[in-house]
C-alpha cells in the first residue's frame, strides 16, 4: 500500500467519494467530528460523497435524511437511499424486490436461531431491526468474540447455503448477489446516469475492513484508514493507499489532503 499522500497527484480529477463508516467515519465507536466536517468540506467542494456501509437499512435512511450526502447504501448493497431532487422525501432502491427479500427473511431467521441456539456467544446485533435484506452478529460492537467464535458463526453461515461477509463489528449473512462495489455502480446509474464502469478512477473509495474487499478491488483509487492493517491477511487486494491515522481521523486526513490538492 501506498502512502495517502501519494493521492494528492489526483485530487483535481476526482469526482466524488464512497465511504464506508464503521471505523472509517467513527472511531471507538463514536463518529469523528472532523470526519464528519470532512464530508460537509467535500460535498462543498462539489464532491458527491456517499456513506457504504454494513449498517442497516434504517441507518442509512437517517444518514441519507440528514447529513451532506448525496446517498447512503446500507446492508453491503442490498439497499440504497437518498433525497428526493424535489427535495420532499426520499428515494430508495433496493438490490432484490420486496418479495425476494422477504423470502430471504425467512431462510436467514432460521439460520440465526441455529447458530444462536449451538454456539455459545453467538447474538444478534442490537440494529437487526432496523434491517431488511441482513442478518449481523455482533463480534465486535458490543461484545468481542474469539477469532474461533467467529470463524464457527461464518461457518454455519456458508454451510447453509448463505453469503458471509465479516467487517469489525459484525458478520452478515445475506442471499443474492449483491457488494458495496456493486451497488455503489447500480446507484450511479439510477442517480446521475453515470456509468460507473467507465469512470470509477474518477471516483476515491475509503474503507477499513473485509467487508470493503470488493471495494478495494474495483475502485483504482481505493484508500484504507491507517486499522486496515489489522486485516491484510484476508484482503486481496488491500486498497491502493493508506491513511497514517486510524477511523475517522484517518478519513479526515485523507479529505484534507485531497481537498489541499485541488
Known amino acids: 500500500m501506498k502512502s495517502y499522500r501519494e493521492l494528492a497527484p489526483l485530487a483535481p480529477s476526482l469526482r466524488g467519494i464512497f465511504c464506508d463508516v464503521d471505523d472509517t467515519l ?10 464528519y466536517e470532512a464530508i460537509v468540506r467535500a460535498t462543498d467542494a462539489g464532491l458527491r460523497v456517499v456513506a457504504v456501509t454494513g449498517r442497516p437499512a434504517g441507518w442509512a ?31 430508495r432502491l433496493t438490490w432484490d424486490d420486496a418479495a425476494t427479500c422477504s423470502a430471504q427473511g425467512r431462510r436467514l431467521s432460521q439460520i440465526a ?39 464457527a458463526i461464518c461457518d454455519r453461515i456458508r454451510a447453509a447455503g ?11 449473512a445475506f442471499f443474492g448477489d449483491h ?26 473509495f475509503v474503507g477499513d475492513s473485509p467487508n470493503d474487499q470488493s471495494c478495494f478491488a474495483w ?13 491484510l491477511d484476508r484482503l486481496a487486494p488491500p486498497p491502493a493507499y493508506v491513511a497514517e491515522a486510524e477511523g475517522g481521523h484517518g478519513f479526515a486526513q485523507i479529505v484534507e489532503l485531497l481537498l489541499s490538492a485541488r
Open 113 to 151: 436461531d441455529e447458530i444462536i441456539r449451538d454456539i455459545p456467544g453467538a447474538r444478534l446485533a442490537d440494529d437487526q431491526w432496523l434491517r431488511r435484506c441482513d442478518l449481523a452478529f455482533d463480534i465486535g460492537e458490543t461484545q468481542q468474540l474469539p477469532a474461533a467464535t467467529v470463524d
Open 26 to 35: 467513527t472511531h471507538a465507536g463514536s463518529l469523528v467530528p472532523a470526519a
Open 179 to 204: 457488494d458495496k462495489a456493486r451497488m455503489c455502480a447500480r446507484v450511479a446509474r439510477a442517480w446521475w446516469d453515470e456509468d460507473l464502469e467507465a469512470t470509477r478512477g474518477d471516483w476515491l
Open 219 to 231: 475502485f483504482p483509487v481505493a484508500a484504507g484508514v491507517a486499522n486496515v492493517r489489522r486485516y
Open 162 to 172: 448463505a453469503r458471509c461477509i465479516t467487517s469489525s463489528v459484525h458478520a452478515h
Open 61 to 91: 435512511e437517517v444518514l441519507a435524511s440528514t447529513w451532506p450526502l448525496a446517498g447512503a447504501i446500507g446492508e453491503n448493497g442490498a439497499f440504497a437511499v437518498r433525497r428526493a431532487p424535489t427535495g420532499k422525501g426520499v428515494e
